[in-house]
Nanobody
């Protein structure tokens, strides 16, 4: 049974930093396409970042240069380091996973198609 549990969300001032984590169980993280997806109130889910089984990463233009996705295979944990945060980064952040081999090549544009989801962690950025 695949389970994803996020943690580390909270409130931060604009320009600050925050790291969210996602603990995975039921499968080996390095074999899946992993991603972070966010949803602000009243908006559609937005793909933020992905990391593929070969370690390659992709980012939405809105976070490129500010956010970094990474994973610790020994701990089976996914991370999202958020720097220089902006009020528009305020959202519920979800960890997501998919076993599809080619999925990471288009996951950012179709974030709803991830197979597995965590419960989400709220990130609020104040100006």
């Amino acid at each position: 049974q695949v389970q994803l549990v996020e943690s580390g969300g909270g409130s931060v001032q604009a320009g600050g930093s925050l790291r969210v984590s996602c603990a995975l169980s039921g499968y080996i993280i390095s074999t899946y396409c992993m991603g972070w997806v966010r949803q602000a109130t009243g908006k559609e889910r937005e793909g933020v970042a992905t990391i593929d089984s070969d370690g390659s990463t992709s980012y939405a233009d809105s976070v490129k240069g500010r956010f970094t996705i990474s994973q610790d295979n020994a701990k089976n944990t996914l991370y999202l380091q958020m720097n220089s945060v902006k009020p528009e980064d305020t959202a519920m952040y979800y960890c997501a996973a998919d076993p599809g081999r080619a999925f990471c090549s288009y996951a950012l544009s179709r974030p709803r198609r991830f197979d597995y989801w965590g419960q989400g962690t709220q990130v609020t950025v104040s100006s």
